[in-house]
């Protein structure tokens, strides 16, 4: 099936428009979003933390989310984690801090990342 000069013409038009339309909205991605269940999940199943409920779960992790947007350090945020859930496992207490800032307040990672720079965890 042969198609006209016109007819190329247009469907090349439409397949670049297609093209900068693709592009354009890849340049204007938001942001990733909080996921509230992702988070319950990861830190419900997990061992350790036995929160009493889900609520209690996604407040604790709202609680490190604003923690982190006041400037509080990485290395303290690992400390109060220790201490409340009275562990000197380094894993558990940055695996919840981890899951607290992917999962609930996605757009304070970047803070995050630079208050842990030059973290050493503590000799246990």
């Known amino acids: 099936m042969a198609f006209g000069v016109a007819t190329t013409a247009r469907l090349v038009t439409v397949g670049a428009l297609a093209a900068c339309a693709a592009a354009v909205g890849m340049a204007t991605a938001q ?8 988070y319950l999940v990861n830190v419900t199943v997990r ?26 350090s990485y290395a303290q ?10 562990t000197n496992d380094e894993f ?21 990342r630079q208050s842990a720079a030059g973290y050493v965890p503590s000799a246990q």
């Open 31 to 38: 942001p990733g979003r909080a996921d509230a269940v992702g």
């Open 47 to 72: 061992p350790g933390y036995n929160f009493a409920n889900a609520d209690a779960a996604l407040s604790y992790g709202y609680g490190l989310c604003d923690q982190i947007g006041s400037g509080v």
């Open 92 to 112: 558990q207490a940055s695996y919840l801090l981890s899951q607290a800032s992917q999962e609930l307040c996605p757009a304070q990672i970047w803070q995050l």
């Open 77 to 86: 945020l690992v400390n109060t984690i220790k201490s409340d859930f009275a």
